[in-house]
């Protein structure tokens, strides 16, 4: 029986097919099911869990920066869409369409939202009158469509579930700091929540928003070198208020446009989580987003005392606001251990007949499966100090890995050989022409994932045109 | 200014037009705002700060009672929908249709989610296959879409916030006892948090939801006598698992089919809140789910001292927990006094250079306007206090409200009466038959509500064809 689990439970090697190690974590520790709409997925239980822990976080950065969160509908008329011209022409070829309500055929067709700026843009012509009504700082957390070609669990699905931010604002000024504070904060759960260290920087024309003046993103690296756009804020300048004729009467009573800002995190961090930390035996997640941050394994189950240590233990460690799961079920320890560590649980406890005469117990951590025996006294000290050590060191490796695979280049040659022959990143100049950025693209298959906010001088020209340097970027492969 | 604001915020009142002093209400407190989408409504801040509270109160309670949450697609292709024949036929009507993603006509239209009962049913047909898979209890937080003709604001409208409850277990006495434990839950938070108090009881075989065994209800009354069904939890037995093919192998290894429920309560709530609870100034919140359960108002803001103490005593309530706000704009205190008796604000706390002096301030509550002197060292004991005193008394109110309004008819003729002329719920037995439910309905113009949990004995026949009664029932014109 325990056997016939494990072998259910294989997954294949990362370093074999990176692409089906990913398919098979998300299979197989329950994360994602199939739904019979190609492309939308069912988010089960665990994976959910997750999600509730991210969104819990994030929703309580933004309130304490003054944000408010309220539900827009699901459906954007087609004429509202088509507002802001390069809005429409960004997603009006991937939205679904309802045609029908009931049996009656529409008069004009609505899209499931791809996102909700229209309709937030035409929420606020209507409720901002005046300055005094300014700033709105609003968020929804929401499901929304895209009716992309090529799917993949978590990073790129019909539907997906996300929060999006809508701003705005009296002065550019302030639109301006509220799109840097979002992608701060974003970087700061990123880094510090989720152990995912990322590059912060701006997205170059080409790559931005449809319809924003700027794009600013996180990029993360994936185990494959590869780039995750992990949340991304949009400076709008008033493009927008003019098109929905967003005004207010400022102080001297004239009307002015506001200054408008969107940004958005969504379920493709789950993603991440998995592509970052992951290996072959399964999910590694960071302990402060764990669902699941110990869980309890009684060895010798049925030998007297063992059970009730192990609850005992359970309660003790519970006060002292551990996310913890006894597992008491009669599955073999084996099995609970591959189970557990398959779901990325980042520290096991182990409890015999042994340990409790000598008075301890066995934590082995998810990453490295290192081993710790600690007297039993001492664990509500111990455990904590052990999630805290787990979060830091997956942070620094995952830290190392991504400073290690960026690779700084000079020519486009050099660009095109590390390209071919090594994952990861390339650093290099950019004279800030869309002709010498289409050329990179062409010539290494990397598009542009940024212009960091922290540059560095490698060269004084462009590897492509020759001429002067303007900016840094950083290219890559991206998710 | 402070008059001009006055002027707008106005309400029609109560007696005069109840469904225009909602509409007002729903309006004027910033609740509601319309969108282009006709039927489609925008939550606006402070109604959504609700419905989160709502969220948060019931969700804990899913996840004590072993529920867990997970998130299933928008989507559910025609062929699926059409699984279970009655279900098809009491949703179909009445569902979005989406026929085209991007520029492509789709092979199968879609609809867009009315409820989840057949997306559930694929899913747990996947995933569950032994008996150690069951139950499952599952539940989702999301937006549905039913075609409405007529809508109003949380009431009826065309996308509506809830949650919906799915669980499949392995005896239908498990199921049964799943269904009521949750149609308590959600008796109990209904009077205790939402101090609306309800009538339970189980829906006739007409107006039970499609697809259903049984259906079980709370029933509400409002304000205008009118009745709210409030919650719902619904018995399938085995019919979507048989036409879902829902089986697992049992204890000894025999292929069964699942139990089923689904129970779900929604936003409309808050339009319950209103109408059990508003009075002609607006709302009345109870303090257990109100997002401002005290606003502070400074007199004579400019003065020396005022301020400071205000947030003095400001920060030592937030302290206690107590969710406040220290309203310190500029508007004239009477505007204030008047924009959170519209919010319904349960307790209002002023504090003057008089009361300075004195060492006090004076605290008011929502309901009664009752005034109440309270030593400033002694508001961390009292306001909790006056809260407490004023969730009782909001339920004594409705409860009394609902209590004088049930009136008792033996005759089909005094039913008609009381229909006529008196606005409330009427108690009369049945024999079971739908012919003379359908003639009370004719007759009288209310439907039944509920065969209630608590029955009476009124007579010993039904009032429509004087054959033996089988059951006291609750008539009444609903939301």
């Known amino acids: 029986m325990a056997n016939d689990r494990k072998l259910v439970r294989e997954i294949t090697p990362m370093d074999e097919d ?13 994360l994602i099911d199939y739904s019979s709409v190609r492309g939308c997925v069912i988010m089960r239980p665990y994976a959910y869990a997750i999600w509730e822990a991210i969104q ?10 003054g ?10 008329p087609e004429s509202l869409l088509q507002k802001e011209k390069d809005h429409v022409e960004g997603f009006a070829p991937e939205v679904a369409w309802v045609t029908h309500g009931g049996n009656e055929k529409l008069e004009e067709r609505l899209c499931v939202r791809p996102t909700s700026e229209t309709l937030f843009c035409e929420h606020y012509a209507k409720i901002v009158k005046s300055w005094r009504d300014l700033p709105k700082l609003y968020n929804q957390w929401c499901s929304v469509v895209r009716w992309e070609k090529t799917t993949r669990p978590f990073l790129r699905s019909r539907e997906f579930w996300w ?7 009296a002065t550019e000024e302030e639109a301006r700091a509220e799109t840097l504070q979002m992608l701060h904060i974003y970087a700061d759960f990123a880094e510090n929540v989720l152990a995912i260290p990322v590059i912060r920087g701006r997205k170059t024309d080409k790559e931005k928003f449809a319809g924003a003046l700027e794009t600013y993103t996180i990029e993360a690296m994936m185990h494959d070198g590869k780039a995750l756009q992990s949340g991304t804020s949009h400076y709008f300048g008033d493009g927008f208020a003019k098109a929905f004729n967003m005004q207010y009467s400022d102080k001297n009573n004239k009307l002015a446009y506001v200054h408008q800002t ?14 970052t930390h992951g290996d072959d ?30 609850s005992e233990i359970a309660e003790m460690l519970k006060k002292e606001g551990i996310r913890l799961k006894l597992d008491a079920s009669e599955q073999s320890a084996g099995w609970k251990f591959a189970e557990y560590e398959m779901k990325g649980v ?14 301890q117990c066995v934590l082995v951590d998810r990453p490295d499966r290192e081993k710790t025996v600690v007297p039993i006294g001492e664990l509500s000290a111990k455990v904590p100090e052990l999630l805290q050590k787990i979060q830091d060191k997956m942070f620094r490796k995952a830290k190392d890995n991504l400073d290690s695979h960026i690779y700084k280049a000079k020519t486009l040659d050099e660009m095109k050989e590390l390209a071919l022959s090594r994952p990861g990143f390339v650093k290099a100049m950019w004279c800030g022409s869309l002709a010498c950025e289409l050329a990179v693209k062409e010539e290494t298959g990397m598009p542009s994932r940024c212009i960091p906010f922290e540059q560095e001088h490698i060269d004084d020209v462009c590897p492509v045109c020759g001429q002067k340097a303007k900016h840094m970027v950083v290219w890559g492969i991206a998710y």
């Open 18 to 30: 990176f692409a089906q190690w990913y398919t098979d974590i998300v299979k197989k520790a329950e």
């Open 346 to 359: 980042p520290l096991r406890l182990e409890i015999g007949p042994k340990d409790i005469e000598n008075g």
């Open 163 to 169: 929060q999006e931010g809508h701003t705005v604002h």
């Open 67 to 76: 944000h408010e969160n309220v539900a827009m509908p699901l459906f954007i």
């Open 56 to 65: 819990k976080n994030l929703d309580q950065r933004f309130k304490e920066t």
């Open 281 to 310: 035996e399964g999910m590694v997640l960071p302990p402060r987003i764990a669902p699941i941050q110990l869980v309890i394994v009684p060895i010798a189950a049925h030998k007297g005392g063992v059970l009730e240590k192990a």
């Open 262 to 275: 969107s940004w958005g995190m969504s379920t493709r961090t789950i993603g991440g989580i998995i592509m």
